[in-house]
């Protein structure tokens, strides 16, 4: 199964806002509000920051939010700061036999 | 406080045979399933499949079924991912990570620290 579509790279100044997008199918992202949102630093584990396309985890700052509309979901990170760098990947339930499926990632520089 | 430990790198020839292990503190592992993902060299995350409620059945993604076996042991809260045969195209970053049913779904709000596993004659 076909992972995701994410955009490769996106960048951003400090203080800017930023949005990354995350496009399936209706088998995925357009069926179920079950996106969820992973932030992942060098050499580091994913850190969830986004669940069930709005929900943020306690602990994750509110300058990140998720939206969805129709096949597309969106993660925003306002108020960009430096430790903000980092690869963004989405990742939602999809009705096949796959059960969870991942973007393709998106590295997001803070200029 | 949740942990997922990961076991440490492994370096392994083509052919053999590798288990790993996430040991999980902090909350009873049969209550949330258990997963695994993988991170090639420099590519994205990849879903493999989840252990659920510690040692009963396991569920693959059709990529990875057949390739893994995923098996857990509830009496010491231990998951492990197993190869009987390696191949170079297995050398990746491994990841555990805790799953909680949502509905249909899951979420993976804690993850091990991965584990590097490279196959190389």
């Known amino acids: 199964q076909s992972a995701l579509t994410q955009p490769a790279s996106v960048s951003g100044s400090p203080g800017q806002s930023i949005t990354i997008s995350c496009t399936g199918t209706?088998?995925?992202?357009?069926?179920?509000?079950?996106v969820s949102w992973y932030q992942q630093h060098p050499d580091k584990a994913p850190k969830l920051i986004i669940y069930n396309v709005k929900s943020r985890p306690s602990g994750v700052s509110s300058r990140f939010s998720g939206s969805k509309s129709g096949n597309t979901a969106s993660l925003i990170i306002s108020g960009l700061q430096a430790e903000d760098e980092a690869e963004y990947y989405c990742?939602?339930?999809?009705?096949?036999?796959?059960?969870?499926?991942f973007g393709g990632g998106t590295k997001l520089t803070v200029l | 406080e949740v942990q997922l430990v990961q076991s440490g790198a492994e370096v392994k020839k083509p052919g053999e045979s590798l288990k790993i292990s996430c040991k999980v503190s902090?909350?009873?592992?049969?209550?949330?399933?258990i997963g695994w993902v993988r991170q090639m060299p420099g590519k994205g995350l990849e879903w493999m499949g989840v252990l659920h409620d510690g040692d009963s059945d396991s569920r693959y993604s059709p990529s990875f079924q057949g390739q893994v076996t995923i098996s857990g042991d509830k009496s010491i809260s231990t998951a492990y991912l197993q190869w009987s045969s390696l191949k170079a195209s297995d050398t990746a970053i491994y990841f555990c990570?805790?799953?909680?049913?949502?509905?249909?779904?899951?979420?993976?709000?804690?993850w091990g620290q991965g584990t590097l596993v490279t196959v190389s004659s």
């Open positions: 902090g909350y009873s592992f049969t209550s949330y399933w």
């Open positions: 990570a805790r799953h909680i049913p949502v509905g249909p779904a899951v979420i993976n709000d804690y």
């Open positions: 209706s088998s995925d992202v357009g069926g179920y509000n079950y």
């Open positions: 990742c939602s339930y999809t009705s096949s036999n796959a059960l969870v499926l």
